[in-house]
């Protein structure tokens, strides 16, 4: 079977529209689960307000309000340290007593909490109140995102793997059992080590169910079509963003809203069955029958006994685990052959990593910003719908490299704006300005990224480039958290800084519009020394 005569099969079956969005449905709508457990910690993890706990004064019936008012009165309302009077003393007294004794004396010394009182009237249950993530153990609570992006890091790895050997479709049904079971279970952990060993494992299966989902996508279109399901898939982020509002809303704590986003999970047992098998692996794989079959087209079960040697050989490679692994270091390797693909490949990492810690950054900053969560992300959800469309629009009039600048350079400025925006709605406003063009901008770059790159280290490209990516989820926890602490605008100003230096390094790659996509590291070398007008004549 050749390749030609397997894409002219497969474009007939895209040009049935049916079909196609039935085979995008089945591999998009599990990204809604990833996003909505992705960007989970922002209600998991919250961010009540709390103050030390006096058990002398809890022991006495005094109420939140009154204990507060002896013990850390004047101090911010997320407060590590009390004063140390004498509680034992005070608890024998009414309040207002001793709320006179503690005015007519000298403050003494403060001291640090041994635990904590939470306001939990106004918000959820959570993960920071259930273990005491705050104040020394505050990195904690970051590591609860952190987790997840570190398994999305090792299943891409791990699941790339699996599916080569084994095929897309088997490698997506494992992925999605895995999450059936490990999803839920979260909801049950009794201990924060348990909780944070769930996450990992969400952070696997939700890679696996990815990956493997966007490679079936892609290889059973055609690339008239790739483009398009390409930038639909990625719609299903922002509705998982809205779906996660809603399921906040109607929930009490933690382990209900991890209950809701994942109960719903077992929904892929229908896309397991539905889905089919890659025939562009089944070809590689020496199963021409079965690739026959799905295509409908008898004929091609004569292989051509010529390229029969290849399968079998191709096959062999596949049957080693150790051998893919050689090879992936092998092709990864190739990235930095020549300097000029080495600076693309860095300079690549770099805006992939700061797309997604400018995207979770802005994520997780509601709470910053005071600013109600559950429409705060429901609109980041909404706005970044919009944001998937610009860079078309972009492309379409301007350059790949002019429009990504440009989006960059207005990432930054509209982050920059944030310091002097008032708290409420105002800051609200700025911030989804922010997170639209940052969408757009992101986007841009891993359209120009396919172009950047010869066919022949391409997919390597993109695959390390959203291995790399993971990085911007793993740091934006803590940055949010810890230097957010210290002042609330350091987060969004240090991700306005790194937007601008994104447009500064886009500065050293090539335009790609109006030029053709280069095959190999060879021709790249050469058209490098070219005119871009030169390449325009060879294409005419």
Not at 118 to 127: A, F, L, R, V
Not at 177 to 194: L, R, T
Not at 315 to 322: E, I, L, P, Q
Not at 368 to 393: D, R, S, T, W
Request: charged share 15%; proline share 5%.
């Amino acid at each position: 079977m050749d390749p030609v005569s397997l894409e002219n099969a497969l474009e007939k079956k895209c040009k049935n529209h049916v079909w196609l969005g039935w085979i995008l449905f089945l591999t998009a709508s599990p990204i809604v689960f990833n996003s909505a457990h992705l960007s989970s910690y922002v209600f998991l993890g919250g961010n009540p307000s709390f103050f030390c706990n006096i058990p002398e004064l809890v022991e006495a019936n005094w109420t939140k309000e009154q204990i507060r008012e002896i013990s850390s009165p004047g101090l911010e309302k997320q407060s590590c340290i009390h004063y140390a009077w004498n509680y034992s003393f005070l608890k024998d007294l009414n309040f207002d007593e001793a709320l006179s004794y503690c005015n007519s004396r000298q403050k003494p010394d403060v001291v640090k909490c041994r635990n904590y009182i939470y306001d939990e009237d106004t918000n959820h249950q959570t993960i920071v109140s259930e273990w005491d993530l705050v104040c020394d153990d505050l990195p904690l609570r970051s590591t609860a995102q952190g987790t997840i992006a570190v398994g999305k890091f090792f299943g891409a790895l791990f699941f790339g793997l699996i599916s080569d050997r084994f095929g897309r479709k088997k490698t997506f049904a494992f992925s999605c059992i895995m999450y059936m079971i490990v999803a839920p279970s979260a909801a049950f952990a009794n201990s924060y080590g348990m909780f944070i060993l769930f996450r990992l494992l969400i952070g696997i299966a939700g890679s696996g169910a990815y990956d493997s989902g966007y490679t079936v996508l892609m290889e059973l279109t055609v690339k008239n079509y790739r483009a398009y399901v390409g930038n639909i898939f990625n719609v299903a982020f922002p509705i998982g963003l809205v779906f996660l509002s809603l399921a906040a809303s109607f929930t009490n704590n933690w382990r209900q809203l991890q209950l809701a986003i994942s109960v719903p999970i077992f929904a892929l047992l229908i896309h397991c069955w539905f889905l089919p098998e890659s025939p562009r692996w089944l070809v590689t794989s020496g199963k021409l029958k079965k690739a026959s079959h799905f295509l409908g087209n008898v004929a091609l079960l004569g292989a051509n006994e010529a390229n029969q040697p290849a399968l079998s050989s191709f096959k062999g490679k596949s049957n080693s685990c150790w051998k893919n692994v050689f090879f992936f270091f092998k092709d990864y390797i190739k990235l930095f052959a020549t300097p000029e693909l080495t600076k693309r490949t860095l300079i690549c990492y770099y805006l992939w990593s700061i797309g997604n810690l400018y995207y979770y950054t802005i994520a997780l900053s509601g709470s910053i910003f005071e600013v109600n969560q559950y429409l705060y992300i429901a609109l980041n959800g909404v706005v970044e719908l919009p944001g998937f469309l610009l860079p078309l629009l972009c492309f379409a009039y301007f350059g790949r490299k002019s429009s990504s600048i440009a989006l960059w350079t207005v990432s930054g400025f509209v982050m920059f704006g944030i310091i002097v925006t008032p708290q409420g709605w105002p800051i609200m406003c700025v911030t989804l300005a922010a997170r639209l063009v940052g969408a757009a901008a992101y986007g841009a770059v891993m359209f120009y990224t396919l172009e950047l790159f010869p066919t022949e280290n391409r997919n390597t490209a993109m695959g390390s480039c959203v291995t790399m990516s993971q990085l911007g989820p793993l740091l934006a926890p803590y940055i949010v958290d810890i230097l957010g602490k210290k002042a609330w605008w350091i987060p969004t100003t240090l991700c306005g800084l790194l937007a601008l230096l994104s447009a500064f390094l886009l500065t050293f790659v090539p335009e790609t519009r109006n030029t053709p996509m280069l095959d190999t590291i060879k021709e790249m070398k050469k058209h490098k020394k070219q005119p871009v007008f030169e390449n325009l004549e060879q294409i005419k």
